[in-house]
């Protein structure tokens, strides 16, 4: 299915790295997918993070690398498939070493981001819309993007269109809604609240943070959003 991302080491060009869908039509079959990486600008390559589920073709990982003060390279990975079986649903890892060696990656899953690029209400398609983004100078800072979370938007999230993370991938704000609470219009099909806040559009693609700022922009089927990258507390937004 070849290879859908290619990224430089933060520290050094001759090495790179990059995630790729499983071998299902080519022998030996049901094989690779996941991360990679490369010592040598791109001539020979090492699996350092395996596919969720290698049986898949339509498994795939996604992943921001960033430098972290001590020197070492920090991979963010989210990766999933289009199945909706508990085991496949989209799985977030955090390694702070991936430059040398064999690296090891926490993992990060969570209530907040599980399944994050799959939603049951249109089923799991991790294979269209996956993103992860560390903006440069910022390793704690990580976001992930993928699926609406339909069968929640509205009351247990607000949608999960884009998750932003401030402590190194712990824990995760729901970024699909802003601070605006004006009413929700008459008529409305699909909001539950009383209130109609500006939102993104379902299915994430790509993300930028301006250098030096907090300001960002959201690419999605939609098209693109701007944020002003100021942060407001929005829990008066929410009801029982």
């Known amino acids: 299915r070849g290879v859908n991302s290619v990224k430089f080491d933060p520290s050094a ?6 995630a790729a869908f499983p071998q299902n039509f080519a022998l030996p079959v049901n094989t690779k997918g996941g991360v990679w990486r ?7 390559w090492t699996q350092i993070k395996s596919a969720l589920n290698p049986a898949l073709n339509t498994d795939r990982a996604e992943f921001a690398v960033t430098k972290l003060g001590n020197g070492h390279t920090r991979m963010y990975v989210g990766v999933g498939n289009s199945s909706e079986a508990p085991a496949n649903l989209a799985r977030f890892y955090r390694s702070d070493k991936v430059e040398i060696g064999s690296p090891t990656f926490t993992d990060l899953t969570t209530d907040q981001n599980i399944g994050y690029c ?20 910022k390793p704690g800072v990580v976001y992930l993007g ?5 069968s929640t938007y509205g009351s247990s999230t607000n949608g999960r269109a884009f998750l932003r993370s401030s402590d190194n991938g712990v824990s995760f704000t729901d970024m699909t809604w802003d601070a605006t609470t004006n009413p929700t219009p008459p008529g409305s099909c699909c909001q539950p609240n009383s209130i109609a806040p500006n939102g993104m559009h379902p ?3 790509a993300i930028v943070e301006v250098p030096g700022s907090r300001i ?5 089927d939609g098209g693109i959003v701007r944020s ?10 929410c009801t029982t």
Do not use: E, L, M, R
């Not at 490369?38 to 020979?44: E, K, L, Q, R």
């Not at 209400?121 to 560390?134: E, F, L, M």
């Open 13 to 18: 060009t001759n090495k790179i790295y990059a």
């Open 118 to 137: 799959g939603d049951p209400a249109v089923g799991a398609q991790c294979w269209y819309d996956n993103v992860v983004y560390s903006p440069p100078g």
């Open 203 to 205: 299915d994430s693609h």
């Open 216 to 220: 960002a922009f959201f690419g999605s």
């Open 146 to 150: 993928g699926s609406f979370s339909y």
């Open 228 to 237: 002003s990258g100021d942060f407001s507390d929005i829990s008066s937004q």
């Open 38 to 44: 490369s010592t040598d600008y791109g001539v020979n």
